[in-house]
């Protein structure tokens, strides 16, 4: 059992850090961990943290987006780092306790997360259905190419890595640019 626990959670929460980490921008820097948090969940935070502000700086250069613009996409790019510090939260939380955890409590602890992820998600939309309505009409289509899902993935911007052209959805944590 312990196995088919493991084999369903661990893509689950992969794909949750996935697409909340996406989620920070340009404007305020994310707040440092407190100095009592052991070093490699610091540097994970962190290498977390710059990865979500790397998916802001992505998107703002994909969708070519303009001073007039500013206020919507400063609203989105920060509900993508406000988005990744509850999810990385809830996650060290969860780490924290796990190992004393009876499953019945594991199990709700993921259930938690879970919702923490659906929450961001709606929140995220919201802030981008703002961000679309003032995108001109490229704009909007550049989008529409990026948040397509052509490849089975839902809830983001397609992404590719290191030249690869086939697109593979993550919320707003990772993307890049849309199929030529």
């Known amino acids: 059992m312990r196995t088919s626990v493991r084999s369903v959670t661990l893509p689950a929460l992969i794909a949750f850090a996935l697409a909340t980490g996406p989620a920070l921008a340009q404007q305020n820097p994310p707040t440092p961990l407190p100095t009592s948090t052991p070093p490699a969940t610091r540097d994970h935070s962190q290498k977390h943290a710059d990865a979500v502000e790397r998916r802001i700086a992505d998107l703002h250069a994909q969708l070519k987006i303009t001073d007039q613009q500013s206020k919507q996409w400063d609203d989105f790019a920060q509900t993508m780092r406000d988005n990744a510090r509850k999810a990385d939260q809830a996650f060290r939380d969860r780490a924290q306790k ?3 955890m009876k499953a019945p409590d594991a199990m709700k602890s993921y259930a938690d997360i879970t919702e923490t992820h659906a929450d961001n998600m709606k929140k995220l939309a919201s802030s981008f259905s703002d961000l679309y309505d003032v ?3 490229e704009q909007k289509q ?7 899902n052509p490849g ?3 809830g983001g ?5 290191k030249g690869r052209k086939g697109h593979a959805p ?3 944590s990772s993307a890049s640019k849309p199929a030529d």
Not at 142 to 148: C, E, K, L, V
Not at 157 to 161: E, F, G, Q
């Open 170 to 172: 993550a919320s707003a």
């Open 135 to 137: 995108l001109s009409p």
């Open 142 to 148: 550049i989008a529409d190419q990026m948040y397509r």
């Open 157 to 161: 911007p397609a992404k590719t890595d």
């Open 98 to 100: 796990l190992s004393t």
């Open 152 to 154: 089975g993935h839902t």
